[in-house]
């Protein structure tokens, strides 16, 4: 019986001890992100404000679509932290933009 705590405590140190070094390169999408609902707001929530007039641009699908890479640096922080001065945005909003990618970019 002590054994078993002793290893789901251990697991459990493992499975979430690291979870925060690990940049999830490759992560299951289970569902469809959506752009109308789910990046366009991200977008307008915390970027539109110096990105209508701050390059690159990031007002549309066709904007966002092609700037797709560099945002998921940009929020990740592999490239400037954006937003700019912080704070970075949760892991599921960064998540969610990386399968919106992995998902074909899709105008949905
Ligand atoms: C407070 C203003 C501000 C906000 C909010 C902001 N940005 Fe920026 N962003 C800038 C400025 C200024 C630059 C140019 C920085 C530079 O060249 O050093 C920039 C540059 C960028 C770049 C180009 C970086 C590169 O390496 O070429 C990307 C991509 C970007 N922002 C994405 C975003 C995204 C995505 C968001 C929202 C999550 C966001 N920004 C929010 C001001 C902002």
Redesign the pocket.
């Known amino acids: 019986m002590r054994t078993v705590h002793s290893l789901l405590i251990l697991c459990s140190i493992v499975l979430f001890g690291c979870k925060k070094d690990k940049a999830p390169e490759v992560i299951n999408c289970d569902q469809d992100i959506s752009f109308a609902s789910k990046i366009q707001p ?2 307008d929530t ?2 539109i ?3 209508q007039s ?3 641009i ?1 007002t549309n699908h066709s904007d966002i679509s092609a ?1 797709a890479t ?2 998921l ?3 990740k922080g592999n ?2 932290l ?4 912080g704070p970075q ?1 949760n892991d599921s909003l960064i998540e969610q933009f990386n399968c919106w990618i992995q998902q074909g970019k899709l105008n949905n």
């Open positions: 991200m977008m915390y970027c404000s110096c990105h701050q390059a690159p990031l700037n560099a945002i640096n940009s929020i490239t400037q954006m937003p700019l001065n945005l």
